[in-house]
């Protein structure tokens, strides 16, 4: 399942209620992919940029997440992390041969699996 864009406007109880949500609604084996703004993010121009954009649209972003935070919400509702890339592991995986693109220095993703 793919959680990607929705926690920048989700604020730390939002996100928990979310998660809970999909933990309580999914059968079987279920992963998800989160990608997440840690609690540095309004601190960069480019992201102050981006949040500037979308509260002008009435999306306005909310909070950063310690990742700390994420992983003991997902495992209080039974996720497990698998996988968590850092701003760096993302330029290194996705970005390396683009110099025209920049991962958000502090924009994280999560693979985290719920078992049966």
Known sequence: ???????YYLNKSDFENTIRSIANTTSGQT????DFPDKEIFGTKRAKYLADITASVGEPMQEGLELTEIKNILAKYGFSVENHMSPKDI????????????????VHFITALKEI
Do not use: D, P
Request: proline share 0%.
């Open 1 to 7: 399942m793919s959680f990607l864009g929705v926690t």
């Open 31 to 34: 992963e998800i992919v989160i």
């Open 91 to 106: 330029q290194g995986e996705y970005l390396k041969n683009n110099e025209n693109l920049k991962a958000y220095e502090n």
